[in-house]
């Protein structure tokens, strides 16, 4: 099970594998497939990294944060956006600090595009993540 990856078996319980199976995981893919064609990609990684209630909202964000800089009709944003991201990978963590943003902020690291945020803001304003995407590229 894709989202599961990095979760010890003995973390979830039975219900909460199945509602990720039959609920999540096929909501994930079609906002994964929108994101591929958002950014014109063949292939795209989603790695939340969160508490499996969140993974859907996780990936929400993730589309929400390319769709809204008008990635989608600008093919030179499109291809800055592949050469910074080159392994295809889109993350959340929770970090310390962040490097600029107040409550989150997107950046780029080692070809992945990381939506960070800190753990007092967790779960504030996490669609603002991308707004300065345009800006690293």
């Keep these: 099970m894709e989202l599961l990856k990095g979760y010890k078996p003995s973390t979830l319980d039975f219900d909460a594998k199945n509602m990720i ?12 497939g929108r994101i591929q064609s958002i950014l014109g990609l063949r292939m795209l990684e989603l790695h939340p990294n969160l508490d499996p209630n969140l993974q859907r909202n996780f990936a929400a964000v993730a ?20 050469e910074a991201v080159d ?27 990381y939506i960070q945020t800190t753990p007092e ?12 995407i345009v800006d690293l590229l």
């Excluded at 199976?21 to 994964?32: A, F, L, T, W």
């Excluded at 392994?87 to 950046?107: A, F, M, P, S």
């Excluded at 803001?121 to 300065?132: E, F, I, L, W």
């Design 21 to 32: 199976k039959k609920d999540s995981e096929p909501q994930i893919g079609n906002v994964k």
């Design 63 to 82: 589309a929400y944060t390319v769709s809204a800089q008008g990635l989608a009709k600008d093919d030179m944003l499109q291809e800055g956006y592949q």
């Design 87 to 113: 392994e295809n990978k889109i993350g959340v963590r929770t970090v310390d600090k962040l490097r600029k943003g107040h409550c989150n902020e997107c950046i780029f690291e080692n070809g992945v595009m």
């Design 121 to 132: 803001y967790r779960t504030t304003n996490m669609r603002d993540a991308g707004s300065k």
